[in-house]
């Protein structure tokens, strides 16, 4: 009996112990490591509350370096805050009745441009990091984000203030618009 029990304890050990292998992450392809990368990763992401886009510059002046790293991550930023704000502005107009929908849209991209440049001067740099590498040169690694209820409050201030839109112009439709698509985009991460 004490040698069926032990044996079956054996047993179980064995099993519990190849189960728990089994769970363990992939090893890495052969030749390959992994690269961590600063300011980047799932917390950099665009979530339904912020857009966030981060980037890198390298130069051999440490200013420059800072320079380029904060001109990519703008220029991406904005490039998202548009391509979001398109979406919305489509799904809006979409979802509205307006007899002059050319001209209508015409606008809302004029206004897009406007508020997407204004609203850059508010981004918030959520990380940074200043690399020396061996060659000698420095490395700027940089997160930014935005408010997307601040994005929203300067297209309803933008918006409420163009005579030709304001006809036709509901916020709380625009908003609740612009919510369902930062939700996609916080989901699509």
């Known amino acids: 009996m004490k040698k069926l029990t032990y044996s079956l304890l ?3 050990a064995a099993v519990f112990a190849v189960g728990c292998k089994g769970k363990k992450e992939a090893a890495q392809p052969k030749g390959e490591t992994e690269v961590v990368v600063p300011c980047s990763g799932s ?9 966030r886009a981060n980037s890198i510059g390298e130069s051999s002046d440490q200013v420059a370096s800072k320079k380029k790293a904060l001109s990519n991550a703008r220029a991406e ?4 805050i548009s391509t979001t704000v398109k ?3 489509d799904n809006y107009l979409n979802s509205r009745e307006m007899n002059n929908r050319e001209e209508v849209e015409e606008r809302y991209e004029q206004l897009n ?3 997407v440049e204004q609203q850059l001067t508010g981004v918030r740099t959520i990380c940074e990091k200043l ?6 040169t420095y490395k700027t690694y940089m997160a930014l984000e935005l408010s997307a209820a601040d994005l929203v409050s300067a297209y309803n201030e933008k918006l409420s203030k163009d005579e030709r839109l304001k006809i036709d112009y509901d916020y ?3 908003k ?8 996609k985009m916080g989901k699509g991460n």
Not at 77 to 80: N, T
């Open 10 to 12: 054996v047993l179980a």
């Open 43 to 51: 917390e950099y992401f665009t979530t339904a509350k912020v857009f």
């Open 77 to 80: 930023l904005a490039a998202s």
């Open 87 to 89: 979406a919305v502005t």
């Open 113 to 115: 441009r406007e508020v």
């Open 131 to 136: 690399m020396r590498t061996e060659q000698g």
């Open 172 to 174: 709380e439709k625009f």
């Open 176 to 183: 609740e618009t612009f919510d369902k698509e930062m939700d």
